[in-house]
């Protein structure tokens, strides 16, 4: 397989999923910008969407959408990372990600755009932070989305806290169970290893 990524992108989810997994995988790094691979050849022929995570598949085929990539992961991988499909359980971990897609995801995408005009940023923010509350009640007692086992969603939502927290410079100290979560997520070894691949974290 191979993982189509543009570092500290949403595709850290699905870099993450694949070493929790334990998948063997090639990175292909992304230039969003200018829609081109590392080697220079033009990410559309390969995307048509343009965007990134793509996970091509040893059959030929293209899967993009994070929320679908990481699910296959966790069904190739078997190791608990999401649970079986058709369970009650499984279709919570679909809400979780469908709720970190479409409320966390798409209110804080646009706030990275050069062209959002300074007086809308405030409005996606404050969107945002309203659902960083949500997640602070849903993570009391837990210590992870889904319980005690961390799945892929878990994944996604740490993406996004960084994207929150590092890069945009939300302030989230008052949400201590969140700010736990963040931490809890980042010390896991898979992660860290993810990060570092990335460039996000310095090579110990």
């Not at 995307?47 to 996970?55: D, F, I, S």
């Not at 971990?93 to 940023?121: C, D, Q, R, V």
């Not at 837990?142 to 319980?147: F, K, P, Q, V």
Request: charged content about 25%; some cysteine; aromatic content about 10%.
């Amino acid at each position: 397989m191979k993982l189509y990524y543009s570092p500290g992108a949403c595709s850290l989810s699905p870099h993450i999923a694949l070493l929790e997994a334990g998948l063997p995988y090639d990175l292909v790094k992304v230039d969003l910008r200018a829609k081109k691979l590392e080697n220079g050849d033009d990410f559309l022929t390969v995307n048509p969407k343009g965007q990134v995570p793509a996970l091509a598949l040893d059959s030929g085929e293209l899967v993009t959408e994070g929320p679908i990539i990481v699910q296959m992961i966790a069904d190739k991988a078997g190791k608990n990372l999401a649970p079986p499909r058709d369970s009650d359980e499984r279709y919570k971990l679909l809400e979780w990600l469908n709720y970190i897609t479409t409320e966390l995801h798409k209110n804080l995408g646009p706030m990275f755009s050069p062209l959002l005009a300074e007086e809308a940023k405030p409005f996606f923010k404050d969107r945002t932070m309203s659902k960083f509350k949500y997640l602070e009640t849903a993570l009391t007692g837990r210590d992870y989305l889904m319980g005690k086992q961390f799945t892929v969603a878990d994944g996604y939502l740490f993406t996004m806290l960084m994207w929150a927290t590092d890069r945009l410079k939300f302030d989230l100290s008052a949400m201590p169970n969140l700010m736990a979560y963040k931490a809890r997520v980042a010390a896991r070894p898979k992660v860290q290893e993810a990060m570092t691949k990335e460039g996000l974290l310095k090579a110990a």
